[in-house]
């Protein structure tokens, strides 16, 4: 223990302490220094001299929030000061984001870090490398599977981006070009990264009807697990769709059953009715984008072509239970649409079936849309899962950007879930890092980095709608990073304490 009144940088007293472990909270003392956390316990100001000190009467003190699945690469990259400190994420309680995932992102992890280190930026930060770029830099956005020597090199690049100190390598295989890819070429670049203990995270390939069925993808997922034996990690676990409502019970049984053989199978999950995705994503068949939008419009000049594609539409707005659940919130590359208006709404201004009205976007550009397409009951049962923790998948034009931690604290805690409060610290702090990896976070412990939120129960809660999705979250009252406050009183102080987190890997 610390000699007494040793001079520290920080105290937080006289609040609720949860560790998150998910044990019983206590009334006890922080006390931080030169980043760290250096004492939990009770009566620190009789023990400490501290330049600063934090009342948290009547608050709750947890770790600093954990998000697994998030898309935040771009502004942490920005020439923007204000994009970089990552407020959208800080005002939720996060003190760490994970980028790279649905197999996004650079592989470039050593550049990635660099820069954070040198122009600052406002939350921790670690890396995925991603399937996407990997493949595109050996196959462009060809359909077919790699040669001998493109899978060579394809490894070598994920070894590259783990050695760099990415924790694991994720994929998104329902997208274009992942999706040519075969569960032999995803085991290959999975196992690179387990032989250096990374995980698998991974967007399957298939959350509906669009190909192999959401169960298929299920088991095609936890096949990569076995064949690469490397953990794995589902992204924003969802059945998407009316045709799969009700699926979640059978999932729920394939994970347990691997789960029971001693295998690490975990999943996020975002507290959102909507997933957040684009036109093209959404209703258009995947062979036709080979090659990108351009290619598309070609196709869709070709009148052999024009009306497959268009019977493929027609069947994703059925998937996507109709034109009237998708929300236009943002117009891509150039289009011209009407945020705020449902497909259907847009159509019928346009006078125009709503797959030609889509079509009509697609060939200016693309939008973004917030597609209603989740049942309440399958949210309800894989939130309850003890092996189901808080992410966002936060991206531009969803509220789950800004609000998914406190939404999911009012819909499980205070909401008729009535899910514990340790719980939900836990499975958004502890239980994240140990997924992760992260060897000095997720838990209020001596010796553990000072990532902490103290935050209000009576007013922590989201303020960002489908229809204004980018409002800071309410009642995160001080948020500290490395020891650093980022949020004191309600208010951004400024400052950019985060670090890029990478793992060291046996190389």
Known sequence: MP?????????????????????????????????RIVF??????????????????GLVIAPGFIDPHTHAGSDLVSDERHRRANLPFAFQGVTTVIVGNDGGGSPDIAKLAHAAREHGIGTNVAYLAGFGPIR??????ESRAPTLGELERMKARTRQAMCEGAWGFSAGLYYVPQSYAATGEVVALAQ???????????HMRDESTYNVTVTGALAETLEIRRRARIPVHISHIK???????????????MIEEARAHGQRVTADQY???ASGTRISNALVPRTALEGGLEALRERLDDPAQFEAIRSGMIEGLTRRGGADKLLITGALHGAEVPVGDTLAAFAQARGQEPVDAAIAVLREGDARVASFNMNPEDIAAFAAQKWVVTGSDGSSGHPRKYASFPKAYRDLVAGKAAMP?????RRSSGQTADIIGLKDRGYLREGYAADVVVFDPESFGPLATYQSPRKLSAGVMHLLVNGTPVISAGE????????????????
């Open 136 to 141: 595109e830099e050996m196959l462009g956005s």
């Open 192 to 202: 690179v990264a387990g032989e250096l203990g990374g995980y698998y995270d991974t």
């Open 271 to 273: 507290p959102w009715e």
């Open 421 to 425: 409060l340790a719980r939900f610290i």
């Open 3 to 35: 000699d007494p009144k040793t001079e520290v940088d920080a105290l937080i007293v006289s609040g609720l302490v949860h560790d998150g472990t998910g044990e019983p909270a206590r009334f006890v003392d922080l006390a931080l220094d030169d980043g």
């Open 239 to 253: 059945a998407l769709g009316p045709a799969v409502w009700g699926h979640s019970e059978r999932m729920i049984a």
């Open 492 to 507: 951004f102080t400024g400052s950019l304490p985060g670090l890029p987190l990478l793992k060291d890997s046996p190389c």
């Open 40 to 57: 939990v316990g009770r009566d620190a100001p009789a023990r400490f001299k501290a330049a600063s000190i934090v009342d948290a009467s």
